[in-house]
């Protein structure tokens, strides 16, 4: 059972208050009643118990993994999880992926979460109604908040307050996908303010959630990567090397730094990152002129 909420939206930033009743970026809800299967196949096995996961090949293999990595974590006892997922680009052009800014990747995201959500819910300690709404219009923060389970798509700094009050609140098991927030590591400006009382306030809610899933992407000085964090499995990251041809190049139990794998790649007499300055400077530009040429690869097509 789903039940959609008005919008507790604050004024966007263009000045125009969020819709007083439904949502534009949240239209409907498609979560099926409890104990429903996906076409996926909720239990379908993605991965052994003894041997690492591969790099997710598309969307539906994400949402797959994602669900049993973030089930096998609840089974162990974490009930504050962390996920980010690689959103299926949708209306790209060929100079911007997301011409329509974070509404765009909401709309991209949401069948995802929602995807995990039910075959969460199937789990008979998950079970209940959910209520779906939106926390922040500008921002596109939404959640779909239920007694036993709970999730917040796009968390952000300035939504920390509402974040706690669905963690606080939900008994067994709160997730967080993909947050907009940077909290200072590294070189990063901390979202979180400078007041010391205003940032631990916010890092205590941040550092509750702990990492269960992750895939991400990253261009190294013209080296494509991929990175994956599956509960229990620790991290991988592969150098894209052709279509559907991934190489292993890292592993590690504590999250990589962007330092650690450049570190990798330089050492590794194949890669881009390998080559002199002018060479890669080279490849860099024939890179971005192929890119501007290809078609983008709109998943909803």
Known sequence: MIRTSGSGARPSRSGRAGPATRPAILARIRLAPTGSSSSSGPDAPATSESSPPS????????????????????????????????????????????????????KAAQPMVEEVLVQLKALPELQGPLDA???????????????????VLFPTA??????????????????????????GSGN???????????????????????DVYVTKQLRINGDNTRW??????????????????????????????????????????????????FDRIAAEAEFNRKSLEAIPPNESE
């Open 188 to 210: 990063v400006v901390s979202d979180f303010g400078i007041l010391p009382w205003q940032r631990s306030s916010a890092l205590e809610v941040a550092e509750s959630f702990e």
């Open 133 to 151: 709404r939106i926390v922040d219009d500008a921002d596109a923060v939404g959640a779909w908040q239920g007694a036993k389970l709970s999730l």
């Open 228 to 277: 994956l964090y599956y509960y229990g499995f620790g991290w991988q990251v592969f150098v894209v090397r052709g279509p559907r041809e991934l190489t292993l190049v890292l592993t590690s139990e504590t999250r990589p730094t962007y330092a650690d794998v450049e570190k990798k790649l330089r050492s590794l007499d194949w890669t881009m990152s390998s080559m002199g300055l």
């Open 55 to 106: 790099f997710p090949q598309g969307t539906a293999e994400i949402v797959k993994q994602c669900y049993q990595a973030t089930k096998k974590a609840y089974m162990a006892g974490v009930n504050r999880q962390r996920v980010e997922l690689i959103l299926p680009l949708i209306g790209a052009t060929d100079i911007d992926d997301w011409p329509g800014g974070i509404r765009q990747q909401f």
């Open 158 to 183: 300035e939504t920390m307050k509402e974040l706690k009050k669905v963690r606080d609140a939900t008994k067994e098991l709160t997730i967080i996908a993909n947050p907009q927030w940077n909290d």
